[in-house]
């Protein structure tokens, strides 16, 4: 399933980008399609197992467990999984979505993370067939940090909504899947100084709000789908225009109330109309082929005094299906005089189209409890670059997605949904729980043949035969070397301090002789014999010399 949302025609545009730096900062060997995975794998397994004390990432990497934690054995995610604490740092500081510079001035800020959300929407229109109805509403990446006029790679535009779950960071505007929930489509909000977007097929620059909506459906315009928005997106403009493309329309009034009629309102306040009271107002509009459809406005009295509004061109105001609703109420027993607790059951009735509105209308936010509520990559992943912690919500997505189609999967399989499961499906954290075991263990570009489900533990790698890749040491941390002085005295630490040895590539042009030549503080751990103190040299990485870089190519 992650395979399936994940845009992997980007995999090969993140590789080559990523092993440009990698090789331009001497950081080690080119990464893999199958480390890559493994990374996020990781990413994943860090994000389920939050750290309890504040190391940072080392906690997750010591060989011991620390004392007073919850742990009883220590992760030690290099002998368990394969990947070093240094290698993992190198692919997060290298890793790349786009080439990109950086700090040019002339360059879009937006420029490392649209090409990826480009390919996420892209992704999405061919993995996931959408069911009747389409969920218009806004999702927040979590930011704290600067904006960018104060630090080149941070965000141009960040956003406030106290009603969010995340309520401060880089919204987007996005459609989801009424029936289960998936993320369709996103948008990058780029605050007001960016350029201004407009509908392709529109001759006329449409309101933001409606052209925002028919963006976010324009791969389903014309399939008799109905789009469900809030009061963000709703209005008669919005409702007009996706009935001339073929497409049905629930949303709330609030704000934009151009030929809704508002006067209706206070009238039907006046009358002090009870709860669960309404009243219906039709309007006609033309259709895309220039015939009369009638609008429904709905003044619906959720309380004495709150009149909510909403227009619909789709569904009827026959009474819908009964909704119970149960209420705790805190009361005190009038014989003991002690506070007790009353549920008081309530059954409601509500036209169909408020009903049929309001039942798939928290799609988005039912995806973003699972994401930021339970998952919550985005915190787990520490970082000061905008478009990184953008790809982390992204890939949270595509998390997400991938148990909500699990689920909507496995629900409608009788032989799956009738298993002896109590809960007949898994729950969110196993499912990621066994997700990131994949990730971690895969095969990706690998010409074994896959097998089906999780590896055996006889098929786990020992901790001693852990794939460990090439490090370049300092000398001076050899035991080797560290025998031969007197670390009791200042001397003796000086002269370790000092110790070199030369290159085993680099060599002076004047100075053929194999001991002449461009000295050298660092060996490589694979290719040295520590015991018998052979060492091979090779310079700093800080330098600007490439034989490090050659050595592990060759």
Known sequence: YFMLMFPMNHVSTILENTNELMKAWRRGLPVSIQELFRYFGLRLAIALNPRCSDEGLDFYWKKEAAENTVHLQALDFESRYGMSRTRFDAITACLRLDKFVGNSATESPYKPIQSFV????????????PGKFLIVDECMSFWKGLESHFAHESFIHVTYIPRKPVNLGVEFKCSADGQSSMMLHLEIQKGANAPKQRFETQPELLPFHCAVTLRNVEHWLGSGRVV?????????????ELLKRGLYFIGIIKGCTKGYPVRYSSHFLATNPTKNQYKVIITKVKDGLNQDRSILSVLYCLKPGLVRHLISSFSSTLPGEEKVVRKCIRKVCPDEGIWINETEV???????????????????DYNDRF???????????????????????????????????????????????????????????????????QLIHNDIGVSAPVTEGLRSRSAQPKPSEAHHPPTLLPLNSCDFIRNQFDLTTEDGVERLKRYQRYCSTCRAPDKPSSRSGIKAAYYCSSCSDEKNGKFLCFCSARTKRTCWHDHLVT
């Open 118 to 129: 480009d390919s996420f929407n892209a992704r999405m229109k061919v993995a996931i067939i």
């Open 228 to 240: 469900i928005a809030d009061a963000a997106f709703g209005s008669v403009r919005t409702c007009e």
């Open 346 to 364: 309530e059954k409601v009735s509500r036209p169909k189209v408020f009903d049929e509105g309001m039942r798939h209308f928290g799609a988005v």
């Open 371 to 437: 994401r930021q509520g339970y998952l919550n990559l985005e915190q787990s992943w520490d970082t000061k670059k905008i478009w990184l912690r953008m790809f982390s919500t992204i890939l949270g997505i595509i998390s997400t997605n991938s148990y909500f189609a699990f689920v909507l999967e496995t629900s409608a399989n009788p032989f799956i949904a009738t298993a002896e499961n109590p809960d007949d499906k898994l729950k969110f954290f196993s499912f990621l729980g066994i997700l990131s075991h």
